[in-house]
């Protein structure tokens, strides 16, 4: 990594060497962080990770630790990919915290869990991968780098009709990470969204959510007051953002740190558009102008396709209204580079990406600011209808958005009315109803005096949404959803509000004036990719290895075929398959020698 303009994505001959820093704070050997600038001569690497992920930096710092040299190529000008702007969870079943809790659990339990809710076409030899090395990947990384994860708060598997699933104690969260110890490299990571969980820069963490729901308590006026002063004081200091990053942003931060410390060779600017083969060999990468050799083998983490209208086209229904979450960069890069190289696709999944549900607001500067609506449609008081005003699906499902495939209802809306926009907020607006004057302005939320003024406006038959309405107002009297079961299930109920009574995601929607806004299917993922085997080496179409080539992430086909069985199944796949390559790709370099 470099931050001047002749390294940090060049296309130069030569460049001197030059020194990122050096620390002494007591975690580690004093280490000089340099960066190799290229001579005319092909530099030489044991292993190079094309992408800065978790995926790709796990990976990285696996192999530095056993003894390798290793340089990560980022596509972007800052590092961390699409775990920066994710939520940073780790779906790991009997983790060390797990263990510590006392949680019962067992991998066997888990491992039929994931058998049976992916059904045939699961691989029971990548699940046994996960489940054998996850667990031991968390504390591998906790003794060895600055990454640390935390119990999540309770949060249930996918599909609790299924045996096995559990309700708690599989999900690990990132530990809060103080962006000030990255130093001058701080600027360097990719910020979190803020319009996911960053206004303004002050980031939020899952275990602040209690304290939010409790506002304006005493106790919640203290902890947000306590952060407030703490942003302030960033401010003062004239940093661009707070330093008290959380989620993707702190697991970023971490392995970042963590890759400073191991002495890895790290550029930004740096977009891989060939993968070198020698005698069927993958043998380095071509950036621009300059070849990097891998005595080992190349890593692909480039993070999946989500930005490829071409391939959006030939994966994702919809593809035309379809709005992802993931970075622009995401455009299928490493998945290609496999393809031209002699791998091979992995057999249809189930389904070709982790949906979201999403709003966007282009903003006067061309930034398209993109909603994923994780907590907001499962409160009481939010519907979301199509363009007959009525109801298709259960808005609290994480499966929401295939709803709304099987409806055609793309785009569609959700409906709120002003007891509710003050209380939760909706989409980019705040609890309290923040920015919602500005957004109203922007035409991102549509106000209306009544549900028939709101329906016109918005494009909707005024009939079908007071009926809609209505029949959801007798439901949340009852506590029952007859038509989709909103709130009837313990997935639903931990992100609805246990205040409300008798359900807690159903409630009226009846005092003016009344709120919409716009939602399209997008993704948190996409879940095509290179067929790998149990090393997370890519595999050809007649199933064997191509030599030195890696795939892990979301350039590595998805695990779960495509159909997540938990929170955390994005992050955790990216960070367990990256760990195993890394392990791999040591072991067998050993082995050449």
Excluded at 37 to 51: F, S
Excluded at 141 to 169: C, I, Q
Excluded at 171 to 184: F, H, R, S, T, V
Excluded at 364 to 381: F, T, W
Aim: glycine letters at 12%.
């Amino acid at each position: 990594m470099n931050t001047s303009s002749g390294c940090s994505g060049s296309r130069k001959r030569s460049c001197r060497k030059s020194e990122l820093g050096r620390r002494n704070d007591g975690f580690g050997e004093r280490r000089s962080i340099q960066i190799e600038k290229r001579e005319v001569a092909m530099t030489q690497y044991d292993v190079v990770v094309v992408g800065s992920g978790a995926a790709g930096m796990t990976a990285a710092l696996r192999a530095a630790a056993a003894g390798k040299s290793v340089i990560v190529l980022e596509k972007a000008s800052h590092f961390g990919g699409t775990t920066s702007i994710s939520g940073g969870g780790i779906w790991v079943p009997v983790s060390p915290q797990a263990r510590a809790a006392g949680v019962d659990d067992s991998k066997d339990r888990a491992r039929q869990y994931v058998l049976d809710v992916i059904g045939p076409s699961a691989e029971p030899a990548l699940i046994d991968a996960y489940l054998d090395a996850g667990p031991r990947m968390v504390e591998w990384l906790e003794k060895n780098s600055r990454v640390e994860f935390l119990l999540s708060p309770p949060s249930s598997d996918w599909y609790p009709e299924v045996d096995g699933a559990a309700d708690h104690g599989r999900l690990l969260a990132p530990k809060e990470y103080d962006g000030k110890k990255l130093g001058e490299h701080f600027a360097q990571l990719r910020p979190a969204r803020e319009e996911f969980n960053a206004p303004g820069g002050f980031m939020i963490d899952l275990f602040d959510l209690p304290y939010l729901a409790q506002m304006p308590s005493a106790k919640s006026l203290v902890h947000f007051g306590k952060l407030a002063a703490k942003f302030g004081f960033d401010k003062l200091r004239r940093y661009p953002r707070g330093t008290r990053l959380t989620m993707g942003n702190a697991l970023a931060a971490r392995l970042l740190r963590s890759a400073l410390d191991a002495g890895i060779t790290l550029r930004t600017n740096a977009p891989v558009d060939h993968l070198l083969v020698q005698s069927g060999r993958v043998t380095g990468i071509r950036v621009g102008d300059e070849e990097i050799g891998a005595r080992l083998g190349v890593l692909l983490a480039s993070g999946g396709f989500s930005a490829s209208e071409q391939l959006r086209k030939a994966y994702i229904p919809f593809a035309e209204n379809h709005v992802s979450i993931l970075p622009y960069e995401n455009t299928g890069d490493g998945m290609n580079m496999g393809l031209e190289a002699g791998g091979a696709l992995a057999e249809e999944n189930l389904v070709n990406a982790v949906w979201a549900v999403v709003s966007k607001l282009t903003r006067p500067d061309g930034y398209v600011a993109r909603y994923a609506h994780l907590i907001d449609m499962s409160k009481p008081g939010c519907i979301a209808v199509n363009a007959k005003g009525e109801r298709f699906g259960n808005e609290a499902s994480v499966h929401f958005v295939e709803a709304m495939h099987r409806d055609g209802a793309v785009p569609a809306h959700i409906i709120c009315d002003a007891d509710f926009i003050k209380k939760y907020g909706m989409g980019m607006v705040y609890p309290g109803g923040g920015g919602l004057k500005k957004l109203i302005a922007a035409g991102y939320v549509t106000e209306g005096r009544s549900l028939r003024e709101l329906a016109e406006k918005i494009g909707v038959e005024p009939d079908g949404l007071v009926a809609s309405v209505a029949k959801i107002n007798r439901y949340a009297e009852i506590g029952h959803d007859a038509d989709f079961g909103k709130g009837e299930t313990q997935i639903d109920i931990e992100i609805g509000d246990p205040r409300n009574k008798p359900n807690p995601c159903l409630g009226r929607v009846e005092r003016a004036p009344f709120y919409a806004i716009k939602i399209y299917p997008g993704d948190g993922s996409t879940t095509v990719g290179l067929k790998v085997d149990a090393q997370f080496r890519v595999v050809g179409g007649d199933g064997t290895p191509v030599p030195g080539l890696y795939a892990a992430g979301l350039d590595a086909n998805s695990i779960w075929r495509g159909k997540s069985p938990a929170h955390g199944c994005n992050v955790g796949p990216a960070m367990v398959t990256g760990f195993i390559a890394g392990n791999s790709m040591a072991q067998a370099l050993t082995l050449a020698n």
